[in-house]
């Protein structure tokens, strides 16, 4: 994948290391109708593009310092023959789950046809942006970083010179340019307090507003995925789902399309009132387009229809986990989002994209970060070894081999690196600090006492059945894409060894526990431990800990390995699974299965990994 040198060179105005910081820019070109007319951009953090006083175009920076990417979007619709370009980039500067930390810059070049119309360079004019309060930093997770503050009873300010920072190299990122939609319909409803806005399900986009104010004040903007007690809570737990909008006297019309929320309810916190004409949410999505499945049973087509519209909410600049406290990119849940998109989706741009990016996410240690790319960083080392399955997986729906050899280093130094830890015994110990030994949320899987360790922490040497069950299942599926021969049979051999319970007929979760769970005992099916005995023990056994919604994958895949005939089993419990979420009236699948009742409401009602019906529906053919 070679670099291109765009025309331009990297700008800025201000501290390019300031935090929670707009930075406007503004230039004019002149086209000749001779051809279509092409925007590059590539930014730190987050962009908007306008032409004509109309959005053409923003995204977010969805990349690493050393492997900058570019968009490529076109604006001739929005030409005319002399034309005014302004462009605002949002700098993060803060270490997320989602970003990592870089000076803030803009490059850009634009051409009709072969020939250059503009670039970005220091006759390009900037100015710190008057309207939004730069520095907030008010977090909304640490996951996700930052919410904001936009004031628009300010005054305009003079632009300058912008400041030249070095040469304009980038990738391009092959993807479409995200979609910005038409409002959705909002029912609005007054309160002593405010405004309650019901968006009628779950939307992901940008926070609009039309209204009339009698004077200025301040409006804190609550969104939710749930009520509480009939009340949108915006601040569960150590969330905070609040933006804020300091509204002028008179006429407001406001539209961000810097920091996309996600949820079904609003709440306009608002002390003099307000006239509105509209307040709510433009959806924005990817333009995938859907294979439209059709099924006779009514609730397995409700379900599909769902775990479609779940995945829609859950990619944008990349795979999300969830449109809402997090919007990250984990291999394990991109993982189960791709496998589903292979079937529900046309075409195959986007896994390998994702793919791509996530590639470039491998650590000095030689395993992947928790998260693409990630600032903030608790590396799990299950999801390295979901990385080399969604690699295989990919090779094989797509039959697209050019992918391998770009990502071909990546897979190596994560299979060397687990080889390195082979134990005289024959087992992978659980990884220590900084690592999260990460499974699925439930008990002695989760291990959420990881995340906040330190070096000096200890804690008693274990080895998990499912790390080791995952190693010798994916050194399978490495050896078929690269040729090699990968040993696993004295893994095999110590697994048997240290973790079979003879009485139980199953394996136990782990060399310090006596306790044994589906999710463990489905991987050593899928890893050649097991066989129809061991399957029916992992569905009758009155002390299994259930596998988590996320990874029945797991478990169904390793029931067909032993026999075909667990098809109607797995449909049927797919359609219990699910019904229950319908009857909740979701409009969207939960992180877990009962999400809706955590007590703390921080759980998401819309998660990607949660859409595997779209995946088993297709396969099973239900």
């Not at 290391?17 to 930014?43: N, Q």
């Not at 690196?417 to 008990?443: C, H, K, M, Q, V």
């Not at 894409?481 to 394996?507: N, P, Q, R, S, V």
């Not at 056994?541 to 390995?561: E, Q, R």
Request: aromatic share 14%; charged share 25%.
């Amino acid at each position: 994948m070679k670099r291109c040198i765009l025309e331009g060179t990297r700008i800025w105005q201000g501290d390019p290391e300031a935090k929670d910081t707009y930075v406007d820019f503004k230039g004019s070109f002149r086209t000749e109708g001779t051809g279509r007319v092409f925007l590059r951009i590539s930014a730190d953090s987050n962009y908007t593009v306008w032409v004509n006083g109309q959005v053409a175009g923003f995204s977010g920076c969805a990349d690493y310092p050393d492997f900058r990417r570019f968009d490529r979007i076109e604006l001739t619709k929005f030409c005319r023959e002399e034309n005014e370009l302004r462009i605002t980039v949002w700098h993060y500067g803060i270490q997320t789950q989602t970003y990592l930390s870089a000076d803030g810059f803009l490059l850009f070049d634009i051409y009709e046809g072969t020939n250059l119309l503009l670039k970005s360079d220091r006759h390009i004019l900037s100015r710190i942006n008057p309207f939004y309060r730069n520095g907030y930093c008010k977090s909304i997770s640490p996951q996700l970083g930052c919410s904001f503050f936009y004031d628009a009873t300010k005054s305009e300010t003079p632009y300058q010179e912008s400041v030249e920072q070095g040469p304009g190299l980038a990738h391009w990122r092959e993807q479409k340019p995200l979609r910005l939609k038409a409002p959705v319909k909002a029912k609005i409803t007054p309160s002593d307090k405010g405004y309650f806005i019901d968006l009628g399900k779950e939307t992901v986009g940008f926070f609009f507003l039309e209204a009339d104010s009698p004077e200025e004040q301040l409006l804190t903007v609550f969104y939710s995925e749930r009520l509480i007690g009939g009340k949108v809570n915006g601040r569960p737990g150590w969330l905070d789902f609040s933006l804020e909008y300091k509204a002028k006297k008179g006429e407001n019309r406001y539209l961000n399309t810097f920091r996309r929320i996600a949820g079904r309810y609003l709440f306009i916190e608002c002390p003099k009132g307000l006239n509105i004409r509209y307040a709510g949410v433009c959806p924005t999505d990817y333009p995938l387009v859907e294979t439209h499945r059709k099924f006779a049973d009514p609730l397995v087509q409700k379900i599909y229809d769902t775990s479609v519209y779940t995945l829609r909410c859950c990619l944008h600049e990349h795979y999300e986990d969830c449109p809402g406290r997090e919007q990250a990119l984990y291999a394990m849940d991109s993982r189960n989002q791709m496998l589903c998109g292979y079937f529900a989706f046309r075409g195959s741009a986007y896994q390998r994209s994702n793919l791509v990016l996530i590639s470039k996410g491998l650590r000095p240690d030689g395993l992947l970060s928790i998260c693409f790319p990630a600032g903030m960083d608790y590396p799990i080392p299950f999801f390295s070894l979901v990385y080399v399955m969604q690699v295989y997986e990919y090779l094989s729906y797509t039959k697209d081999q050019s992918l391998l050899p770009i990502v071909r280093g990546t897979l190596d130094t994560i299979m060397k690196t687990f080889r390195s830890r082979i134990e005289e015994n024959g087992l992978i110990a659980s990884f220590e600090y900084p690592f999260w030994n990460f499974y699925e949320w439930t008990d002695l899987s989760h291990n959420a006492s990881q995340i906040g360790r330190t070096k000096e922490d200890k804690t008693p040497k274990q080895y998990d059945l499912s790390l080791n069950c995952m190693y010798i299942y994916v050194a399978d599926m490495y050896d078929k894409m690269t040729g090699e021969h990968t040993e696993t049979e004295g893994m095999k051999k110590a697994i048997k060894e240290h973790f079979f319970l003879a009485d139980k007929g199953i394996y136990r979760i782990d060399t310090l526990h006596d306790r044994y769970s589906q999710l463990s005992n489905s991987l050593a099916l899928l890893a050649g431990l097991g066989d129809r005995e061991l399957a029916k023990n992992i569905l009758t056994d009155p002390d299994m800990i259930p596998v988590s919604l996320s990874m029945t994958t797991f478990l169904y895949d390793g029931l067909l390995k032993t026999d075909s005939g667990y098809r109607d089993f797995i449909l049927e419990n797919i359609k219990t699974k699910y019904k229950k979420m319908l009857d909740a009236g979701t409009t969207t699948f939960w992180e877990n299965e009962d999400s809706i009742l955590d007590s703390k409401a921080v759980e998401s009602l819309c998660h990607g990994w949660s859409a595997l019906p779209a995946y088993y529906f297709h396969i099973l053919e239900a």
